[in-house]
């Protein structure tokens, strides 16, 4: 089998993109450099260049803006392709996808957490009252999501945390819908049991917290 040396190229153009992007030279919600500029910095051709965005746009790396630019919209292709997903799926499907994750998250934490991974989760669970009490959605939602991200880290699984990681805007995204714009003190759900479980070392009972907050919407 001979070897396409244009599709070669192509790929390491993809590699080379998406390794800056996940360097962070050019963020989310960046604008990546002019065509023109890419072929000056990368040294291959328009055409190489191009079907290089064209693939990292399909993959939801990047966003085509018509008049205005290619922006970086994920980190990599498999959080561009789960962010597609969840945004189409159903309010339900998306928490069970939660649970699968941080159910299992929760019960690998109670069994490794080191003393760091405790400092963190008791940090981030008080940031997470905090902001609460501001009554500010947006600052609620990224402290709810930093203290579940904690738990996921104390899993000690890596990939188990890049696919969580994967899954971050989406999870943010759920958060909100169900948190509403108006924070009502009746609907705050408090993640100190979950915490104390993990703390405990008690793997049962921590799955059990992490579950008992992420049941879907009863189907009719």
Known sequence: ??????????????????????AGEWPVGAKIPTEPRLVELLGVGRNTVREAVRALTHAGVLECVQGSGTYVRST????????RK?????????????????????????????????????????????AWATGDTDIFVEADADLHVAVV??????????????????????VAAAVGPAMRAGTHIDHGRLVAAVRDGDADRAAHEAGRFLEPPTRE
């Open 153 to 174: 880290a104390a899993a000690h699984n890596p990939m188990l945390a890049e696919l969580y990681a994967s899954v971050g805007a989406a999870i943010r995204a759920s």
């Open 76 to 83: 990599d292709e498999l959080t561009g392709v789960v962010a």
């Open 1 to 22: 089998m001979t070897l396409n040396p244009r599709s070669t190229l192509v790929q390491q153009v993809i590699s080379q993109l998406s390794e800056q992007i996940q």
């Open 86 to 130: 969840f945004g189409a799926a159903e309010v339900g499907h998306t928490i069970e996808v939660r649970r699968a994750l941080e159910v299992e998250a929760a019960r690998l934490a109670a069994l490794r957490r080191t003393p760091e991974d405790l400092d963190r989760l008791d940090a981030a669970l008080t940031a997470r009252d905090a």
